[in-house]
């Protein structure tokens, strides 16, 4: 079995995502798939942040963020958010957050990434990473379609997420993770979750999966993630989260189709407590089992990245969906 730093072969004491990040002073947790997906990274990081740790949160940006000070960019691609950012008003969730943090006393600065092709974005990755000193990089997804590999029987929305991964994939940081939270929500965008399983599975056979770990409902990082997320809902409310307030949903015990914004109107959703889970892998593991990374690998913007997803899976056969059999 493949070990991480920190670690021997693990032990049941000790979840294995802290045991990979035991000895990280400085870690960056990052959302992979775009718009909200850094929320998902607050439980975590308030954990991290009572043991000490130097966390430093980043995001893949669905904002316009050319309409940002040119003081605010670090270096191309990677700019530095504050509470006083300026930029737009109706959708800015680095923004949000930062606001979020600072009331609550918590290191206020979230760096956003531009949403470009994996040569861009790794060069950006490198440079933050080498800015801050970084020694731990974890992406972070909402949902668990990062962990698709290409020839599953749909990829959900795989864009930004495997440009992420494959953009820090390449990067010379010690410890590389990929931590998922919300499993089920990529139903909505075609994911078959016993293929999600299936790839745990495999993950797993090859040393790479570091288990998966609850968030406890009554926990101050459950507490303060509602907060965030009820924050942010009324800060956006044209445009709330729907992975976010489900995953919120799932810390407080709901189950079932629990409605919460008008986005999901004539949709069944299916929160349960699966989704209050990290599902964490190693990210080279992972980055090495997809089936078309080496397609997207010289891209330098999204286009091309669809492109050559659409491409893949043209010419790919899929494996046959397979129900739960419970």
């Given at each position: 079995m493949k070990t991480f730093p920190g670690t021997s072969s693990g032990s049941l004491d000790v979840p294995p995502l802290f045991a990979a990040l035991d000895g990280a002073r400085r870690v960056l947790l990052a959302g992979a798939g775009g718009g909200f997906?850094?929320?998902?990274?607050?439980?975590?990081?308030?954990?991290?942040?009572?043991?000490?740790?130097?966390?430093?949160?980043?995001?893949?940006?669905?904002?316009?963020?050319?309409?940002?000070?040119?003081?605010?960019?670090?270096?191309?691609?990677?700019?530095?958010?504050?509470?006083a950012t300026h930029g737009p008003e109706d959708y800015f969730p680095e923004r949000t957050l930062a606001r979020w943090l600072a009331a609550h006393d918590l290191p206020s600065t979230v760096y956003a990434f531009a949403r470009t092709g994996v040569q861009p974005l790794?060069?950006?990755?490198?440079?933050?990473?080498?800015?801050?000193?970084?020694?731990?990089?974890?992406?972070?997804?909402?949902?668990?379609?990062?962990?698709?590999?290409?020839?599953?029987?749909?990829?959900?929305?795989p864009d930004e997420d495997i440009t992420s991964l494959a953009a820090v994939a390449g990067l010379d940081v010690p410890v590389k993770l990929v931590s998922c939270l919300g499993f089920g929500i990529d139903a909505y965008h075609g994911v078959v979750h016993s293929q999600v399983l299936e790839n745990i599975a495999a993950l797993d056979r090859d040393g790479g999966y570091l288990g998966a770990l609850s968030i406890p409902g009554a926990s101050r990082e459950a507490v303060l993630y509602r907060d965030a997320v009820a924050d942010a809902q009324q800060a956006t409310p044209m445009r709330p989260s729907i992975v976010q307030g489900q995953i919120a949903a799932a810390t407080r015990g709901a189950f079932g189709d629990i409605q919460f914004t008008r986005r999901t109107a004539g949709s069944t959703l299916f929160v349960n407590p699966l989704m209050a889970a990290y599902f964490t892998v190693d990210l080279v593991t992972l980055a090495n089992r997809c089936l078309y990374l080496d397609r997207i690998e010289q891209t330098t913007d999204t286009y091309e990245v669809a492109a050559h997803i659409v491409a893949f899976r043209k010419q790919t056969a899929t494996r046959p969906p397979r129900a739960f059999p419970h």
């Amino acid at each position: 079995m493949k070990t991480f730093p920190g670690t021997s072969s693990g032990s049941l004491d000790v979840p294995p995502l802290f045991a990979a990040l035991d000895g990280a002073r400085r870690v960056l947790l990052a959302g992979a798939g775009g718009g909200f997906d850094i929320y998902a990274a607050l439980p975590l990081a308030i954990t991290l942040w009572n043991r000490g740790v130097a966390v430093h949160l980043a995001n893949l940006s669905f904002t316009p963020l050319e309409m940002l000070d040119l003081d605010a960019w670090l270096a191309p691609d990677v700019a530095l958010v504050a509470p006083a950012t300026h930029g737009p008003e109706d959708y800015f969730p680095e923004r949000t957050l930062a606001r979020w943090l600072a009331a609550h006393d918590l290191p206020s600065t979230v760096y956003a990434f531009a949403r470009t092709g994996v040569q861009p974005l790794r060069a950006a990755y490198r440079h933050l990473t080498g800015h801050l000193d970084i020694d731990a990089v974890v992406l972070i997804d909402g949902g668990t379609d990062i962990l698709m590999r290409g020839d599953e029987a749909g990829l959900g929305t795989p864009d930004e997420d495997i440009t992420s991964l494959a953009a820090v994939a390449g990067l010379d940081v010690p410890v590389k993770l990929v931590s998922c939270l919300g499993f089920g929500i990529d139903a909505y965008h075609g994911v078959v979750h016993s293929q999600v399983l299936e790839n745990i599975a495999a993950l797993d056979r090859d040393g790479g999966y570091l288990g998966a770990l609850s968030i406890p409902g009554a926990s101050r990082e459950a507490v303060l993630y509602r907060d965030a997320v009820a924050d942010a809902q009324q800060a956006t409310p044209m445009r709330p989260s729907i992975v976010q307030g489900q995953i919120a949903a799932a810390t407080r015990g709901a189950f079932g189709d629990i409605q919460f914004t008008r986005r999901t109107a004539g949709s069944t959703l299916f929160v349960n407590p699966l989704m209050a889970a990290y599902f964490t892998v190693d990210l080279v593991t992972l980055a090495n089992r997809c089936l078309y990374l080496d397609r997207i690998e010289q891209t330098t913007d999204t286009y091309e990245v669809a492109a050559h997803i659409v491409a893949f899976r043209k010419q790919t056969a899929t494996r046959p969906p397979r129900a739960f059999p419970h």
